[in-house]
Protein backbone atom coordinates (compact mmCIF):
# COMPACT_ATOMS: atom_id res chain seq x y z
CA UNK A 1 0.00 0.00 0.00
CA UNK A 2 1.84 3.39 -0.50
CA UNK A 3 2.49 5.24 2.10
CA UNK A 4 0.64 8.73 2.47
CA UNK A 5 2.84 11.56 2.39
CA UNK A 6 2.49 14.51 4.65
CA UNK A 7 1.45 18.15 3.48
CA UNK A 8 0.73 21.19 4.64
CA UNK A 9 -2.91 22.49 5.72
CA UNK A 10 -2.74 25.88 3.10
CA UNK A 11 -1.07 28.49 1.82
CA UNK A 12 -0.17 30.03 4.93
CA UNK A 13 1.57 27.09 6.51
CA UNK A 14 3.69 26.91 3.09
CA UNK A 15 4.65 30.60 2.99
CA UNK A 16 5.54 30.66 6.73
CA UNK A 17 7.35 26.73 6.61
CA UNK A 18 9.13 27.95 3.18
CA UNK A 19 9.91 31.58 4.89
CA UNK A 20 11.44 29.63 7.83
CA UNK A 21 13.91 27.59 5.55
CA UNK A 22 15.04 30.63 3.76
CA UNK A 23 15.59 33.25 6.96
CA UNK A 24 17.62 31.60 9.03
CA UNK A 25 21.68 32.48 9.74
CA UNK A 26 22.21 33.28 6.10
CA UNK A 27 20.02 36.34 6.68
CA UNK A 28 20.74 37.38 10.25
CA UNK A 29 24.54 36.33 10.42
CA UNK A 30 25.69 36.05 6.96
CA UNK A 31 24.22 38.53 5.00
CA UNK A 32 24.99 41.46 7.69
CA UNK A 33 28.76 41.42 7.41
CA UNK A 34 28.52 40.45 3.83
CA UNK A 35 26.61 43.74 3.03
CA UNK A 36 29.12 45.48 5.55
CA UNK A 37 32.06 44.21 3.78
CA UNK A 38 30.89 44.94 0.03
CA UNK A 39 29.96 48.43 0.70
CA UNK A 40 26.31 48.12 2.04
CA UNK A 41 24.06 49.85 -0.36
CA UNK A 42 25.04 48.69 -3.67
CA UNK A 43 25.48 44.83 -2.26
CA UNK A 44 21.59 45.66 -1.31
CA UNK A 45 20.88 47.11 -4.29
CA UNK A 46 22.51 44.10 -6.33
CA UNK A 47 20.95 41.70 -4.14
CA UNK A 48 17.49 42.35 -4.78
CA UNK A 49 17.66 42.49 -8.16
CA UNK A 50 19.23 38.84 -8.45
CA UNK A 51 16.29 37.90 -5.37
CA UNK A 52 13.69 39.12 -7.97
CA UNK A 53 15.25 37.89 -11.33
CA UNK A 54 17.29 34.47 -10.80
CA UNK A 55 15.83 33.77 -6.96
CA UNK A 56 12.22 33.94 -8.04
CA UNK A 57 12.71 31.77 -10.91
CA UNK A 58 15.06 29.38 -9.02
CA UNK A 59 11.98 29.26 -6.49
CA UNK A 60 9.36 28.63 -8.69
CA UNK A 61 10.97 25.98 -10.67
CA UNK A 62 11.95 24.26 -7.43
CA UNK A 63 8.34 24.42 -5.69
CA UNK A 64 6.55 23.72 -9.44
CA UNK A 65 8.90 20.36 -9.81
CA UNK A 66 7.96 19.86 -6.21
CA UNK A 67 4.23 19.89 -6.39
CA UNK A 68 4.04 18.20 -10.17
CA UNK A 69 6.04 15.33 -9.15
CA UNK A 70 4.91 14.95 -5.51
CA UNK A 71 8.49 13.25 -4.86
CA UNK A 72 11.62 15.17 -2.93
CA UNK A 73 15.16 15.70 -5.18
CA UNK A 74 16.06 12.19 -6.20
CA UNK A 75 12.10 10.69 -7.15
CA UNK A 76 11.52 14.00 -9.15
CA UNK A 77 14.45 14.37 -11.11
CA UNK A 78 14.21 10.23 -11.83
CA UNK A 79 10.55 10.58 -13.06
CA UNK A 80 10.98 14.14 -14.92
CA UNK A 81 14.46 13.09 -16.47
CA UNK A 82 15.43 9.57 -16.49
CA UNK A 83 19.20 9.16 -17.06
CA UNK A 84 22.39 9.32 -15.48
CA UNK A 85 22.65 13.49 -15.42
CA UNK A 86 19.32 14.29 -14.15
CA UNK A 87 20.07 11.19 -11.23
CA UNK A 88 23.66 13.31 -10.56
CA UNK A 89 21.74 16.41 -10.13
CA UNK A 90 18.82 14.99 -8.30
CA UNK A 91 21.20 13.32 -5.80
CA UNK A 92 23.37 16.56 -5.59
CA UNK A 93 20.35 18.47 -4.40
CA UNK A 94 19.27 15.70 -1.93
CA UNK A 95 23.29 15.77 -0.19
CA UNK A 96 23.63 19.45 -0.17
CA UNK A 97 21.25 19.65 3.05
CA UNK A 98 22.88 16.37 4.85
CA UNK A 99 26.23 17.80 4.40
CA UNK A 100 25.34 21.46 5.68
CA UNK A 101 23.19 20.96 8.65
CA UNK A 102 25.87 19.62 10.65
CA UNK A 103 28.02 22.32 10.81
CA UNK A 104 24.69 24.77 10.45
CA UNK A 105 23.86 23.25 13.92
CA UNK A 106 27.40 24.00 15.08
CA UNK A 107 26.58 27.10 14.56
CA UNK A 108 23.37 27.16 15.83
CA UNK A 109 24.90 25.73 18.99
CA UNK A 110 26.91 28.86 19.48
CA UNK A 111 23.66 30.85 19.37
CA UNK A 112 22.42 28.67 21.71
CA UNK A 113 24.99 29.18 24.18
CA UNK A 114 25.13 32.89 23.72
CA UNK A 115 21.63 33.43 24.53
CA UNK A 116 22.36 31.33 27.13
CA UNK A 117 24.76 33.18 28.84
CA UNK A 118 23.15 36.46 28.37
CA UNK A 119 19.96 35.23 30.33
CA UNK A 120 21.93 34.16 33.52
CA UNK A 121 25.05 36.48 32.63
CA UNK A 122 25.81 40.00 32.73
CA UNK A 123 26.34 41.40 29.52
CA UNK A 124 29.66 42.78 30.17
CA UNK A 125 30.95 38.61 30.43
CA UNK A 126 29.84 37.76 27.05
CA UNK A 127 31.33 41.13 25.31
CA UNK A 128 34.48 40.13 27.05
CA UNK A 129 37.76 39.36 24.30
CA UNK A 130 38.42 35.92 24.58
CA UNK A 131 34.74 34.55 25.24
CA UNK A 132 34.12 33.88 21.92
CA UNK A 133 37.49 31.95 21.20
CA UNK A 134 37.27 30.08 24.59
CA UNK A 135 33.93 28.74 23.89
CA UNK A 136 34.55 27.55 19.89
CA UNK A 137 38.17 26.17 21.16
CA UNK A 138 37.09 24.22 23.99
CA UNK A 139 35.54 21.01 22.68
CA UNK A 140 33.59 19.84 25.34
CA UNK A 141 31.37 23.02 25.72
CA UNK A 142 30.96 23.26 21.83
CA UNK A 143 29.97 19.92 21.12
CA UNK A 144 27.85 19.67 24.13
CA UNK A 145 26.06 23.16 22.64
CA UNK A 146 25.90 21.79 19.19
CA UNK A 147 24.22 18.46 20.53
CA UNK A 148 21.60 20.48 22.42
CA UNK A 149 20.96 22.73 19.25
CA UNK A 150 20.53 19.08 16.99
CA UNK A 151 18.26 17.71 19.57
CA UNK A 152 15.73 20.89 19.46
CA UNK A 153 15.94 19.90 15.15
CA UNK A 154 15.27 16.50 15.30
CA UNK A 155 12.56 16.69 17.46
CA UNK A 156 10.11 18.51 15.60
CA UNK A 157 10.94 17.06 12.69
CA UNK A 158 10.03 13.84 14.11
CA UNK A 159 6.45 15.30 14.61
CA UNK A 160 6.16 15.61 11.06
CA UNK A 161 4.81 18.34 8.22
CA UNK A 162 1.51 19.51 9.47
CA UNK A 163 2.06 18.81 13.57
CA UNK A 164 5.54 19.75 13.57
CA UNK A 165 6.98 21.38 10.52
CA UNK A 166 4.41 23.75 10.15
CA UNK A 167 2.89 24.38 13.57
CA UNK A 168 6.43 25.13 14.44
CA UNK A 169 6.80 27.75 11.82
CA UNK A 170 3.23 28.97 12.94
CA UNK A 171 4.65 29.91 16.30
CA UNK A 172 8.06 31.37 15.81
CA UNK A 173 7.91 33.37 12.64
CA UNK A 174 5.68 35.79 13.79
CA UNK A 175 7.84 36.26 17.37
CA UNK A 176 10.83 36.35 14.92
CA UNK A 177 9.77 39.44 12.99
CA UNK A 178 8.23 41.27 16.41
CA UNK A 179 11.73 40.78 17.72
CA UNK A 180 13.77 41.99 14.52
CA UNK A 181 11.60 45.43 14.34
CA UNK A 182 12.22 45.61 18.16
CA UNK A 183 16.68 45.37 17.92
CA UNK A 184 15.87 47.32 15.00
CA UNK A 185 14.05 50.31 16.50
CA UNK A 186 16.75 50.31 19.27
CA UNK A 187 19.77 49.86 16.97
CA UNK A 188 18.74 52.51 14.32
CA UNK A 189 17.83 55.69 17.39
CA UNK A 190 21.27 55.11 18.93
CA UNK A 191 23.56 58.02 18.34
CA UNK A 192 25.19 58.02 14.79
CA UNK A 193 23.41 55.40 13.91
CA UNK A 194 22.44 57.43 11.11
CA UNK A 195 25.06 56.77 8.94
CA UNK A 196 24.75 53.29 9.48
CA UNK A 197 20.90 53.83 7.92
CA UNK A 198 22.45 55.74 5.02
CA UNK A 199 25.69 53.43 4.62
CA UNK A 200 23.13 50.65 4.10
CA UNK A 201 20.33 52.03 1.93
CA UNK A 202 22.40 54.58 -0.40
CA UNK A 203 24.43 52.56 -3.08
CA UNK A 204 27.80 53.94 -3.39
CA UNK A 205 28.75 52.50 -7.09
CA UNK A 206 32.23 53.55 -6.24
CA UNK A 207 32.35 50.21 -4.22
CA UNK A 208 31.00 48.38 -7.01
CA UNK A 209 32.49 45.18 -8.56
CA UNK A 210 32.39 41.38 -10.34
CA UNK A 211 32.94 40.15 -6.38
CA UNK A 212 30.10 42.15 -5.18
CA UNK A 213 27.65 40.50 -7.46
CA UNK A 214 29.76 37.07 -7.42
CA UNK A 215 29.34 37.26 -3.61
CA UNK A 216 25.27 38.29 -3.74
CA UNK A 217 24.74 35.13 -5.97
CA UNK A 218 26.07 33.68 -3.38
CA UNK A 219 24.53 34.92 -0.39
CA UNK A 220 21.18 34.05 -2.34
CA UNK A 221 21.84 30.15 -2.61
CA UNK A 222 22.24 30.65 1.19
CA UNK A 223 19.83 32.83 1.86
CA UNK A 224 16.94 31.74 -0.42
CA UNK A 225 17.53 28.15 0.57
CA UNK A 226 17.52 27.55 -3.26
CA UNK A 227 19.69 25.17 -5.19
CA UNK A 228 19.51 22.44 -2.15
CA UNK A 229 16.59 20.43 -2.35
CA UNK A 230 14.59 22.26 0.45
CA UNK A 231 11.83 23.55 -2.17
CA UNK A 232 11.32 20.28 -4.10
CA UNK A 233 10.52 18.78 -1.05
CA UNK A 234 8.25 21.69 0.94
CA UNK A 235 6.96 21.98 -3.07
CA UNK A 236 5.66 17.89 -2.73
CA UNK A 237 3.89 18.87 0.09
CA UNK A 238 2.04 21.99 -1.39
CA UNK A 239 -1.58 21.36 -2.39
CA UNK A 240 -3.18 22.21 -5.64
CA UNK A 241 -5.11 25.09 -4.54
CA UNK A 242 -2.27 27.16 -3.43
CA UNK A 243 -0.69 29.66 -5.78
CA UNK A 244 2.63 28.78 -6.32
CA UNK A 245 3.59 32.93 -7.68
CA UNK A 246 1.90 34.62 -4.82
CA UNK A 247 3.63 32.37 -2.15
CA UNK A 248 6.78 32.81 -4.22
CA UNK A 249 6.38 36.47 -3.88
CA UNK A 250 5.74 36.51 -0.26
CA UNK A 251 8.73 33.73 0.45
CA UNK A 252 10.93 36.61 -1.27
CA UNK A 253 9.43 39.93 0.11
CA UNK A 254 9.65 37.84 3.83
CA UNK A 255 13.15 36.40 3.53
CA UNK A 256 14.40 40.30 1.95
CA UNK A 257 13.02 42.04 4.92
CA UNK A 258 14.58 39.94 7.29
CA UNK A 259 17.72 40.06 5.43
CA UNK A 260 17.56 44.50 5.55
CA UNK A 261 16.05 43.98 9.30
CA UNK A 262 19.06 42.34 10.61
CA UNK A 263 21.19 44.29 8.25
CA UNK A 264 20.06 47.30 10.21
CA UNK A 265 20.29 45.83 13.58
CA UNK A 266 24.18 45.27 12.89
CA UNK A 267 25.72 48.13 10.79
CA UNK A 268 24.10 51.07 12.45
CA UNK A 269 25.02 49.80 15.75
CA UNK A 270 28.38 49.12 14.48
CA UNK A 271 28.10 53.35 13.42
CA UNK A 272 27.11 54.09 16.39
CA UNK A 273 29.48 52.11 18.59
CA UNK A 274 32.66 52.46 16.34
CA UNK A 275 32.16 55.66 14.08
CA UNK A 276 31.61 53.52 10.91
CA UNK A 277 35.29 51.82 10.99
CA UNK A 278 36.17 49.67 8.22
CA UNK A 279 37.71 47.61 9.99
CA UNK A 280 35.22 46.52 12.43
CA UNK A 281 32.46 46.81 9.23
CA UNK A 282 34.78 44.05 7.45
CA UNK A 283 35.54 41.85 10.62
CA UNK A 284 33.18 39.20 8.07
CA UNK A 285 31.92 36.15 10.69
CA UNK A 286 33.02 37.50 14.13
CA UNK A 287 30.56 40.57 13.56
CA UNK A 288 27.73 38.91 14.80
CA UNK A 289 29.30 37.04 17.70
CA UNK A 290 32.28 39.30 19.27
CA UNK A 291 31.91 43.32 17.78
CA UNK A 292 27.97 42.75 18.59
CA UNK A 293 28.09 41.87 22.08
CA UNK A 294 30.40 44.49 22.83
CA UNK A 295 27.97 46.93 21.52
CA UNK A 296 25.30 45.18 24.24
CA UNK A 297 27.58 45.86 26.57
CA UNK A 298 27.92 49.43 25.87
CA UNK A 299 23.87 50.02 26.43
CA UNK A 300 21.59 50.57 29.51
CA UNK A 301 19.91 47.84 28.56
CA UNK A 302 22.26 45.38 27.05
CA UNK A 303 21.30 42.44 28.74
CA UNK A 304 17.71 42.49 27.27
CA UNK A 305 18.58 43.71 23.87
CA UNK A 306 21.66 40.71 24.36
CA UNK A 307 18.60 38.38 25.27
CA UNK A 308 15.93 40.03 22.20
CA UNK A 309 18.58 39.44 19.55
CA UNK A 310 19.91 35.76 20.50
CA UNK A 311 16.17 34.40 20.75
CA UNK A 312 15.86 35.80 17.02
CA UNK A 313 18.93 34.51 15.62
CA UNK A 314 17.70 30.95 17.36
CA UNK A 315 14.57 31.16 16.04
CA UNK A 316 15.66 31.55 13.06
CA UNK A 317 18.43 28.99 12.72
CA UNK A 318 15.90 26.39 14.18
CA UNK A 319 13.74 27.18 11.42
CA UNK A 320 16.27 26.64 8.56
CA UNK A 321 17.94 23.90 10.45
CA UNK A 322 14.19 21.92 10.25
CA UNK A 323 14.01 22.58 6.32
CA UNK A 324 17.32 21.04 5.78
CA UNK A 325 16.80 18.10 7.96
CA UNK A 326 13.65 17.46 6.79
CA UNK A 327 14.59 17.20 2.97
CA UNK A 328 17.19 14.97 4.04
CA UNK A 329 14.44 12.74 6.11
CA UNK A 330 12.57 13.15 2.73
CA UNK A 331 14.64 12.09 0.62
CA UNK A 332 15.27 8.04 2.70
CA UNK A 333 11.76 8.02 3.18
CA UNK A 334 11.14 8.21 -0.77
CA UNK A 335 14.06 6.49 -1.93
CA UNK A 336 14.78 3.76 1.15
CA UNK A 337 11.38 3.63 2.27
CA UNK A 338 12.25 4.47 5.55
CA UNK A 339 10.34 5.30 8.11
CA UNK A 340 10.03 9.20 8.88
CA UNK A 341 11.40 7.75 12.84
CA UNK A 342 14.10 5.64 11.06
CA UNK A 343 14.68 8.84 9.01
CA UNK A 344 15.52 10.77 11.78
CA UNK A 345 17.53 8.84 13.60
CA UNK A 346 20.23 8.36 10.59
CA UNK A 347 20.17 11.95 10.45
CA UNK A 348 21.09 12.34 13.77
CA UNK A 349 23.72 9.62 13.88
CA UNK A 350 25.04 11.85 10.22
CA UNK A 351 24.90 15.41 11.94
CA UNK A 352 26.14 14.31 15.45
CA UNK A 353 29.52 12.70 12.93
CA UNK A 354 30.07 15.57 10.67
CA UNK A 355 28.59 17.78 12.66
CA UNK A 356 31.48 16.77 15.47
CA UNK A 357 34.45 17.41 13.08
CA UNK A 358 33.25 20.64 12.25
CA UNK A 359 32.98 21.76 16.04
CA UNK A 360 35.92 20.37 17.08
CA UNK A 361 37.95 21.87 14.00
CA UNK A 362 38.13 25.30 15.99
CA UNK A 363 39.68 22.95 19.06
CA UNK A 364 41.27 19.39 18.99
CA UNK A 365 41.24 18.76 15.32
CA UNK A 366 42.60 22.54 14.78
CA UNK A 367 45.08 21.80 13.14
CA UNK A 368 43.59 18.95 10.90
CA UNK A 369 42.87 21.40 7.09
CA UNK A 370 41.06 20.71 3.91
CA UNK A 371 42.29 22.54 0.72
CA UNK A 372 44.09 24.80 3.75
CA UNK A 373 40.77 25.37 5.56
CA UNK A 374 39.39 24.25 8.71
CA UNK A 375 36.61 21.89 8.55
CA UNK A 376 33.49 23.61 9.12
CA UNK A 377 34.98 26.59 6.34
CA UNK A 378 35.01 23.63 3.87
CA UNK A 379 32.13 22.47 4.41
CA UNK A 380 30.78 25.45 4.11
CA UNK A 381 32.58 26.59 0.55
CA UNK A 382 31.98 22.87 -0.66
CA UNK A 383 27.93 23.08 -0.17
CA UNK A 384 27.87 27.03 -1.20
CA UNK A 385 30.02 27.53 -3.62
CA UNK A 386 30.70 24.85 -5.57
CA UNK A 387 27.17 22.46 -4.76
CA UNK A 388 24.76 24.76 -5.11
CA UNK A 389 25.94 25.71 -8.41
CA UNK A 390 25.96 22.74 -9.54
CA UNK A 391 22.42 21.87 -8.58
CA UNK A 392 20.64 24.98 -9.35
CA UNK A 393 22.18 24.40 -13.58
CA UNK A 394 20.80 21.08 -13.37
CA UNK A 395 17.49 21.95 -12.17
CA UNK A 396 17.59 24.73 -15.14
CA UNK A 397 18.62 21.57 -17.42
CA UNK A 398 15.57 19.30 -15.58
CA UNK A 399 13.18 22.75 -17.02
CA UNK A 400 14.59 23.65 -19.90
CA UNK A 401 15.01 20.15 -21.45
CA UNK A 402 13.01 17.42 -19.78
CA UNK A 403 9.89 18.91 -18.01
CA UNK A 404 9.58 21.64 -20.31
CA UNK A 405 9.01 24.98 -20.00
CA UNK A 406 4.95 24.91 -21.06
CA UNK A 407 4.70 21.99 -18.16
CA UNK A 408 6.11 24.01 -15.73
CA UNK A 409 3.85 26.70 -16.39
CA UNK A 410 0.50 24.77 -16.46
CA UNK A 411 1.59 23.44 -12.98
CA UNK A 412 2.27 27.20 -11.76
CA UNK A 413 -1.19 28.47 -13.50
CA UNK A 414 -3.63 25.55 -12.76
CA UNK A 415 -7.02 26.67 -11.65
CA UNK A 416 -6.78 29.86 -12.79
CA UNK A 417 -3.54 30.99 -10.43
CA UNK A 418 -1.24 34.04 -11.67
CA UNK A 419 2.05 33.81 -12.91
CA UNK A 420 3.23 37.35 -13.94
CA UNK A 421 6.75 36.80 -14.58
CA UNK A 422 6.70 34.45 -16.44
CA UNK A 423 8.72 36.32 -19.38
CA UNK A 424 11.48 36.71 -16.78
CA UNK A 425 11.10 33.27 -15.52
CA UNK A 426 11.66 31.77 -18.99
CA UNK A 427 14.86 34.04 -20.17
CA UNK A 428 16.41 33.17 -16.83
CA UNK A 429 15.77 29.68 -16.75
CA UNK A 430 16.97 29.17 -20.18
CA UNK A 431 19.72 31.76 -20.17
CA UNK A 432 20.65 33.56 -17.39
CA UNK A 433 20.67 31.32 -14.53
CA UNK A 434 22.90 28.86 -16.24
CA UNK A 435 25.45 31.73 -16.91
CA UNK A 436 25.12 33.55 -13.65
CA UNK A 437 26.08 29.59 -11.87
CA UNK A 438 28.83 29.28 -14.18
CA UNK A 439 29.86 32.66 -13.15
CA UNK A 440 29.89 31.66 -9.22
CA UNK A 441 31.76 27.84 -9.94
CA UNK A 442 34.49 29.94 -12.13
CA UNK A 443 34.74 32.37 -9.39
CA UNK A 444 34.95 29.56 -6.63
CA UNK A 445 37.77 27.63 -8.32
CA UNK A 446 39.76 31.06 -8.91
CA UNK A 447 39.41 31.56 -5.23
CA UNK A 448 40.60 28.37 -4.20
CA UNK A 449 44.14 28.56 -6.77
CA UNK A 450 44.69 32.10 -4.68
CA UNK A 451 44.01 34.15 -7.87
CA UNK A 452 40.85 36.44 -6.33
CA UNK A 453 39.96 37.08 -2.93
CA UNK A 454 35.70 36.71 -2.09
Not at 64 to 92: C, D, E, Q
Request: aromatic content about 12%; overall charge positive; hydrophobic content about 55%.
Amino acid sequence: MKKERGSFSGKIGFVLSAAGASVGLGNIWRFPYLCAKYGGGIFLLVYILLALTFGYTMIVAETAIGRYTKKSPVGAFHALGSNKLMGFGGWINAIIPILIVPYYSVIGGWVTKYLFEYIRSDAEYVATDDFFVNFITDGTASEIWFIIFTALVLGVIFMGVERGIERFSKFVMPVLVVLALGVCVYSVTRPGALKGVKYLFIPDFAHFSIMTVVTAMGQMFYSLSIAMGILITFGSYVKKEVSIHESTRQVEFFDTAIAVMASLMIIPAVFSFYGGDQSKLKAGPSLMFITMPKIFASLGFGKIIGIMFFALVLFAAVTSAIALTESAVSTFSDEFGWSRRRGVVIMALVMIVLGSLSSLGNGPLADVTIMKMQILDFFDFLTNSIMMPIAALMTCILVTKHMGIDVLTKEVEQDGHPFRRKKIFSVMITVLCPIFVVVILVSAVLNVLGIIQM
